[in-house]
C-alpha cells in the first residue's frame, strides 16, 4: 500500500482529520482564460495560484506523451484547415464509440508540432478565440519543464497532476501511457509519495498496473462518474464508491476524484442540494477527494448560483466552491483558478 499519509498531510484540508488545506487543481490549466492544455494556460493557472497543473496525457505515433483533452484534435487545433493533413481524418473504434476526426496517434511528434491550437469551446469562452493560433501542443516533458521553473520563480512547489486518457485504447494500438508516464517522473525526482504530483484515470485497472507493474509511487486518484463503469471493467463507478469498494481503491490510490455531483447533487429544480456520504466514507479509508470540474459560467453553476447576465457570464461560483470545501473535499479541479484561490482563502476564513 503506498505511504499517503505524508501526502495528505501536506495537500488535504483543515477537517477532522486535522490535515492541511485544500488544494486548488488547474484544470487542463487556467482553461477558463487560455485555450486548454498550452503552456500558456498551465503558466496562467499556476501564477493565480493553482497549487497543480492538471494535463490530461496522449500519445503521438512515435509514442511521445502529448497533453490534449482526447486523441482526437479537430476540436482543439487548426488540424481541419491543413490540406497536408486532409487524408489523416478517419473513423475509429474509441473505447466502444464511433469517433471520426483526426487523431494524434496518426501523427509523429515533428508533425504534430506543426499543429496550433485553438479555444475547444468558443462558444462559451470567446474571448479565448483571440488566443487560437498562438500555441503548440506541449508534450508533458515540456509540462515537467515548466513546472521545474515556475515552482524556482515562484518559490513555491507547482504541483503536476497529469491524467492517462483512454490508457486502454492506447494500450491496444502498442502505445502504452504506462510506461512512458512513470518513466518521466522517475526522471525528474517525482516518482515518491510526497511528491507534489497526483495521477489520475478512470480506469482502475490503469492506476493498479502503474503501481503493481511499473512501480509508481507517486500518489495516485481513481477518477469516477456519477453512472456507468470504467472501460473494460465490469464494475461499476457506484461499486468503487460504495464504502467496500473505497476501501479496496485506498490499497494503491491515495484518493478519488468524482464528479462534483456525487458530492452533492442538484436538487430536480436545479438547486444544489445537501452532501451524500461520499466524503465521510472516503476520509475514513484514508483517501483524499477532490471533485470536478468548477466553472464559473451561468450555464454551469447549480440554478440558485446563476445570475443574470446570461449563460456565459460569470455566476456565484465563489460561493459554489465553498459550499464544496464545507462538505470536506480536499481540492477542486477549476477552469478558473483565481476564483478557487479566493473560494479557498474564503472558506479557510471560516475555520480559523
Not at 507547482?158 to 494500438?173: A, C, D
Not at 430536480?268 to 468548477?294: E, N, Q
Amino acid at each position: 500500500m503506498p505511504d499517503s499519509t505524508v501526502l495528505l498531510r501536506q495537500y488535504a484540508p483543515t477537517t477532522p482529520q486535522g490535515y492541511g488545506r485544500p488544494v486548488v487543481i488547474g484544470h487542463r490549466g487556467a482553461s477558463g482564460y487560455r485555450p486548454e492544455h498550452t503552456l500558456a494556460s498551465y503558466e496562467l493557472a499556476a501564477r493565480m495560484g493553482a497549487d497543480f497543473m492538471e494535463p490530461d496525457l496522449v500519445a503521438t505515433s512515435d509514442g511521445v506523451l502529448v497533453a490534449r483533452h482526447e486523441p482526437e484534435i479537430s476540436g482543439t487545433t487548426d488540424v481541419a484547415s491543413r490540406p497536408e493533413f486532409a487524408d489523416r481524418r478517419r473513423t475509429v473504434l474509441l473505447d466502444g464509440e464511433s469517433a471520426t476526426g483526426w487523431f494524434t496517434h496518426d501523427f509523429t511528434l515533428a508533425e504534430l508540432k506543426t499543429l496550433r491550437v485553438v479555444e475547444r469551446l468558443p462558444g462559451v469562452r470567446q474571448q479565448n478565440t483571440l488566443y487560437d493560433g498562438m500555441f503548440e501542443v506541449p508534450t508533458f516533458q515540456e509540462i515537467l519543464d515548466l513546472r521545474t521553473r515556475l515552482t524556482a520563480e515562484l518559490d513555491r512547489e507547482i504541483g503536476v497532476y497529469p491524467e492517462t486518457k483512454h490508457p486502454t485504447y492506447f494500450r491496444e494500438l502498442g502505445l502504452e501511457l504506462e510506461g512512458p508516464l512513470v518513466r518521466a517522473l522517475r526522471e525528474a525526482g517525482l516518482d515518491r509519495p510526497d511528491a507534489p504530483v497526483f495521477v489520475q484515470s478512470f480506469e482502475a485497472y490503469n492506476l493498479r498496473e502503474m503501481y503493481s507493474d511499473h512501480g509508481l509511487r507517486a500518489p495516485m486518484i481513481f477518477l469516477t462518474c456519477s453512472s456507468g463503469t470504467p472501460y473494460d471493467d465490469p464494475r461499476g463507478y457506484a461499486e468503487y464508491t460504495s464504502p467496500a469498494g473505497l476501501r479496496e481503491l485506498a490499497r494503491f490510490a491515495a484518493g478519488i476524484g468524482p464528479h462534483k455531483s456525487q458530492v452533492i447533487p442538484c436538487l430536480s429544480d436545479g438547486t444544489l442540494g445537501t452532501p451524500t456520504s461520499l466524503v465521510a466514507d472516503a476520509h475514513a479509508v484514508g483517501l483524499a477527494v477532490h471533485p470536478y470540474t468548477f466553472r464559473a459560467e451561468n450555464q454551469f453553476l447549480p440554478a440558485d448560483y446563476v445570475v443574470e447576465g446570461g449563460p456565459n457570464a460569470f455566476g456565484r461560483a465563489i460561493d459554489e466552491q465553498v459550499a464544496f470545501l464545507r462538505a470536506g473535499v480536499d481540492g477542486l479541479f477549476t477552469d478558473q483558478a483565481d476564483i478557487g484561490v479566493v473560494a479557498r482563502a474564503n472558506f479557510l476564513a471560516t475555520t480559523d
